[in-house]
Each structure stands twice: as C-alpha cells, then as structure tokens.
C-alpha cells in the first residue's frame, strides 16, 4: 500500500530526451482553502508534459485523468509507473494529440497518491502521513489547485481541456470555474453531477475499504508493506470494474467457466473461482499494488460530491456559462455513465455558430472504452484540434 | 444473525382459519447426494400451502422464490415474517393465482434460512450449525429436494411452476430435470444460465462478507447475537439492491441529496452519506435482521453456477427437453436480467401449436418490478392460466 517512490523536483528525468517530457512538482507557498471547509497548509502538484510551449503560449493542452490515473498519460513504463501512459496511444510526437504541435501539460489529482499532495503526503504538523486527517476535497478543489500551474508555466488559456471519466468532470469543472482560460473542451464519458446510482457504488466501494480491519480508520502508514487494507480496496475496486465495463464484454471474454474446477475434482466448493473472479482479482490486486486506499477514497467520494450545480443555481445555469467549442465523446455500451447522459450534456453545451458535436463510440466494452479504443478516440479529438487551428 | 424461531410441525398454525394458509416442515429419510458431490444425511423442507387440492390433484401450483425470498409467498406479516408474503397481491384468494382455484405450493429453498436445511441448521453429527461445514448446492439441488414433496402431497405433476430472477432458474430446471411433473411454465426475469457479470456481482458479494472478521470462516452462531458479519453482509446486499433497481429510479427517487450536510455544517465528510446511501444502509440492515449471512453465500453460489447446460450438452439441448406452454416475463429495465436475455429464453421455449408468449414489463424500477408491480405481472399470469383450464 505504499506510495511509489516519485522523483519531486523540476529536473529533467534521467533517460528522458530533453524535450520529450517532463515530471515535475509544484507546491503553492500559501493555504489552500477547500470547497468543503478544510484548509491544505500546502498543495503540491505533480505534473508532466509533453511537447514545448510556443512564444504565444497558445498551443497549451490540459489533460486530466480519472479515479485511478495519474499524471503519466503518455510516455513508456519506468519507475513509479509499471505501464506506458494511459493515453499513449492518442499523445505523442504525430499521434492523435500530436505533441510536435501542442505543448500537453497533465497533473496528478489533489489527493492522488502519484506526487501531488494526498492522504500519504507527510502532514505539515510532523511530517507523518495524514492518513485519516485527510480532509474531502472536490472536483472543483482539484481544477482550482490545478489553476496555480498557468502562471507557474506562463499560460494564460488552455488551448483545449480534455478528459473522460472523472477526467471529464474536471473538464466540466475547468470551463465552468475559469471560463476565459480555456478556448475549447473535450468531455469524454462523464457528467455534469454525479447520479444517485453512481454514488451507490461509490458508497459500496467505500464501505467495503473501511469494513477491512487492516484500514485501521485510515491510519494504516504505519503497518508493515503488504499489511494495509488491500482486501478491502481490492473488493472496491471489482465493484467499478464491473460498472466500467459490459455485460457483452464479459460474456465474451470469460463465459461462465471454472478456472480451477480440476483442483476441487468434481466437487463444487464456496471459494471455487469463476474465469471471471479471477480477472476481478487480477484487477483489485494489481490495483493494490500501485494505488493508496486514502487516495481511493478521497477520489471516490470526490466523483460522488461532483455536481456543476452546487452554488450556480442548476446544471443549466453552470452550463450556460461555457461557451467555447466542445467535442462530446460517449460510449454507447457505457453503463456508468450512459449515452443519454453524454447526449444531454451535449445538447447543453450547442451554441449557435460553434463547433458543438457529439461523437459515440461504437464498442462492446463498456466505460473503459476511452482506454481501449485508441483510434476511435483519438480520430475525433485530432479533427476537433484541427478545426480550432 | 440468528434463525428466527419457526414452528417445525404439519399443524395448522394458531390463528390461521382452517384452509387458509398451512406452514409445514417435511423431512427426508434417506441421504440427499448433492451435484456438487457432497451427501446431506438429512434435509428438511419447509413449504406453505394456500387453497385445496382438487380430488385428481390437477390444481397444484408450485412457487419459487429468490434469493432472500422464503415460503411465506402470500399471508400476512406474523412471527418469523415481518412483512406480508413477498407475492400477497398475485396469490389468495379471488387474486391473479386465485387460491380458490389453485393449490399453491411454496417451499424454501434447500440452503435457505427459513426453514428448510441449511447453513444454521444443525449438523446430525453434532446439532452444532452446520457453518462453515455446509456444502456448495445448485439450483438442481434445490429443486430435486422440492421433488420430494410430490409424493407427500399426493400430486402427481405441478399445473404450473412459476417464479421471477432465481425463482425463475428453479423453474426452468423443474422443467428439464422433470418434464413429465410439470404442464406448463412462467419464468420471470432469469436465466438459462448465470452470465459473467451476474456471476462477478454475486463473486463481490461473497467476499465482502468474507472480508467482514465478525464472519469467523462461516462458524460465527457461538457469537453473540448481532455480533454476525452484519457489515459484510449489508455490503453485499448493497452490491445486490444496486443491480435489482435502475439508474433512473434511483435518480427520480434520491438526486444526490446528502442527508446530513446540517450535521457536518458547511463541511464535507468522507462518511457524510448521500439520500441513496441512507436507503442502501436501510436495506442492508433490514436483511442482515431477517437473513443468515452464510445462507447468502450458499445461495448466491448456486445462482453463479446456475447452468441449463451442464451435463446437457449446450442451453439449446436442455431447453429442447421442455415441451410445454409456457410464459416468459422480463422488465424493460432491468440491467441484471436484461430483456434482451428473456426474450432469447422465450424464443427457445417456443413450438408451433403450443401457448408460448413473451411480456415485457414497462417499469423504471428495474429487476425488483416482479415484487413490485403486481397487476403488470399478476395479470398475464391469470390470462395464461386461464388459457390452461
């Protein structure tokens, strides 16, 4: 349950060519006040990018990833991120999101567990982790601790916002919170405030982390490696595995088989496992491995407490104060966040005389689709970034 | 987490007029070898009756329940059942299985915690609950211990065998395992067999319980009362109640209205619950009262392996072993159960010159609209028993 040892400092990463990409920290040298009532002493954000900011600072692209990501969206595995960036396929130098043309900036979340200040982050009390002394924050606390990066890398507007999940709440939250710092969003999958069936499981998820003696109310830093609540994050994670992807998907893919029916000889046992348990498995514990149960949490109920709404009147309200170009790209076999959702934040975002469209991706496998389908994906965002040249 | 205490005789029950409603218990007297390849050397079945067998025992009808469902299918609330029977407004008398015509059967379900043998029963060898010693049983399990009651009662074949979700796998197992016993057939919102993301959400669940420490491995009766894995089994109820209802009602009903923002003040909490979080623990603990946690699991098991198929070649061969009229209802909501699902069901149950319909339910309540709306589904049943006569 450890945090994955991060470089944390604005130096070039050894191995990387120069220009190729950077990781970075920055910390805020004053309080951050959040949406919630809490104050942060301090607010560190990890980022990369990619690409080189033109003279104009006017080919600048924010991308915000979701629940589980972080700020590694493109780029090859290497210490602290076993796999290539999430989006590896759609950034890069003459790739969808083309780097040769755009600056790409992409920062860790506010209460991540991949550089920016989290739940593991040290307390500037004693320099222990906070842990249950974290407070919630929002979508909205996240945008606005990612706002402090502008001046810090001298951009005044984001050339686009883009993400999909939670990524596109931030997305939501960026032109809605800042208006005229950014000239154009791309929501993927996502919604304007958080519904009662995507707060359930959110709440099952949370529920099965804290019924998980080794979470220790939060405070589990101190157990030995491999002693958090890894069972409990494993169960909450499976819960949005299955949301994240389709009923079709997974018939296809596992059927109804036994994976170990040998082993129990003809006999049926309790704790017999399903090809499909296994994969559920596969994925609560390779999630263990490189993700804080804290940051789990806090991002979660984060998503839950998503609501454009909240102190703007209604989501109509929030929305009418966007008015930039926007590409929607839903999911049509998305049951977490379905296409009639997509649709509807789309219609919300059509002004007369702008680029408005909306684009659903033909796929069988669900929610993750926009981490799967690369090309269907990525050929629109770079029609849409063409348009806006 | 204790067995409520229930009458264990063929006696009328005091208070019931005569004819009315009987609770019987029928115990076997020879070992019961299980699919999975266990023996249980005794099995008890409880079961209600409502209405009179007819002189040539043509007026039997069997009803199946789901998973937390028990005998108590019609009736009043009374001891043991807090609530009236789970189908009170199809069945009884003058109603859509009018108990003046037909003579319902009910039994709980092999596993079950209502009566019939299962988890908390006692163990011959000791009288100590079974637990953690109770084996693995199938819905084939369940209805070749159903069968046991033909004979006791004196019928012959059942007139019709209906239920909804694993109501429905009894029935469509009744079906092939014994198609001389049964004249006809209603399965309701069910599967020929369980699909990887019915088996994954059922997988969840059991580890949730497994998870909670008050579990104890399955041997937690020496516990105090109300010191069960209460925790881990509302979860996984929770996980259930999720899949049984749809976006849509969970939206029209709850929004994402938080109870107790008053309670935290202007501020945030982590464990600050949302209106559908409210409703989500209610559930939960209303089962964790009435339901043995391990009686979940071994129930919840055998649904995952529930499988027309095995040892039947494929679900097409099984379901060719049913020549019978027969009605199919799935709810145009439900994502467990999707329709697309009953319809497959229906078309293989089709053969020309024989009653064979397919009704779908328009509901936004989704999976639950069988234990909701009970006009919409009481009235194509009386139709098609009436087709019957």
Same mark, same amino acid.
């Given at each position: 349950m450890t945090q994955s040892p991060l470089p944390v400092s604005g130096a070039w990463r050894s191995g990387d060519p120069p220009g190729s990409r950077r990781f970075h920290t920055f910390a805020t040298d004053h309080p951050f006040a959040l949406e919630g009532g809490a104050v942060l002493r301090d607010v560190t954000i990890?980022? +990369?990018?990619?690409?080189?900011?033109?003279s104009d600072a006017s080919n600048a692209v924010l991308v915000v990833h979701a629940w589980t990501g972080d700020s590694h969206a493109a780029g090859r595995a290497e210490r602290g991120h076993e796999t290539p960036g999430w989006w590896d396929d759609v950034i890069g130098p003459g790739k969808y999101v083309d780097t040769d043309e755009w600056f790409v900036v992409c920062p860790n979340v506010l209460?991540?567990?991949? !550089?920016? #200040?989290?739940?593991? $982050?040290?307390?500037?009390?004693?320099?222990?982790?906070?842990? $249950?002394?974290?407070? =919630? @924050? /929002?979508?909205?606390?996240? =945008?606005? $601790? *990612?706002? $402090?990066?502008?001046?810090?890398?001298?951009?005044?507007?984001?050339?686009a916002v883009m993400g999909g999940s939670m990524g596109g709440m931030q997305v939501l939250e960026w032109a809605t919170t800042?208006? %005229?710092? @950014?000239?154009?969003?791309?929501?993927?999958?996502?919604?304007?405030?958080?519904?009662?069936?995507?707060?359930?499981?959110? =709440?099952?998820?949370?529920?099965?982390?804290?019924?998980?003696? %080794?979470?220790?109310?939060?405070?589990?830093? +101190?157990?030995?490696? !491999?002693?958090?609540?890894? +069972?409990?994050?494993?169960?909450?994670?499976? &819960?949005?595995? &299955? /949301?994240?992807?389709?009923?079709?998907?997974? /018939? *296809?893919?596992?059927?109804?088989?036994?994976?170990?029916?040998?082993?129990?000889?003809? /006999?049926? !046992?309790l704790w017999q496992e399903f090809e499909v348990e296994r994969y559920l498995h596969y994925h609560g514990d390779k999630l263990v491995r490189r993700f804080d149960a804290n940051s789990y949490l806090i991002i979660g109920k984060a998503m839950d407490l998503h609501d454009l709404a909240r102190g703007r009147g #209604? @989501? +109509?309200?929030?929305?009418?104060r966007i008015n930039v170009p926007n590409l929607t790209i839903g999911i049509n076999s998305d049951i977490l966040y379905p296409p009639y959702q997509q649709e509807h934040l789309s219609r919300l975002l059509h002004r007369d005389g702008m680029v408005s469209e909306y684009v659903e991706i033909d796929s069988i496998h669900g929610h993750d689709a926009f981490l799967i389908h690369f090309d269907e994906v990525g050929a629109p965002i770079r029609r849409f970034l063409e348009r806006l040249d």
């Open positions: 990890a980022y +990369e990018t990619w690409g080189t900011l033109n209460g991540g567990c991949q !550089g920016s #200040t989290g739940p593991a $982050s040290p307390h500037p009390d004693d320099g222990e982790p906070y842990g $249950s002394r974290f407070p =919630v @924050v /929002t979508i909205r606390d996240m =945008v606005r $601790s *990612q706002a $402090s990066l502008m001046p810090h890398l001298g951009i005044k507007q984001w050339a800042y208006p %005229r710092r @950014v000239r154009s969003i791309v929501p993927i999958a996502s919604c304007m405030q958080a519904s009662a069936q995507q707060i359930a499981w959110g =709440v099952i998820g949370r529920r099965a982390i804290r019924l998980d003696p %080794r979470w220790r109310g939060g405070d589990y830093y +101190e157990a030995e490696p !491999g002693d958090g609540p890894a +069972e409990g994050l494993a169960i909450a994670r499976q &819960v949005a595995q &299955v /949301t994240f992807r389709s009923d079709n998907a997974f /018939t *296809q893919r596992f059927g109804r088989n036994l994976t170990d029916r040998a082993q129990f000889g003809d /006999t049926f !046992g #209604t @989501v +109509e309200r929030a929305m009418a």
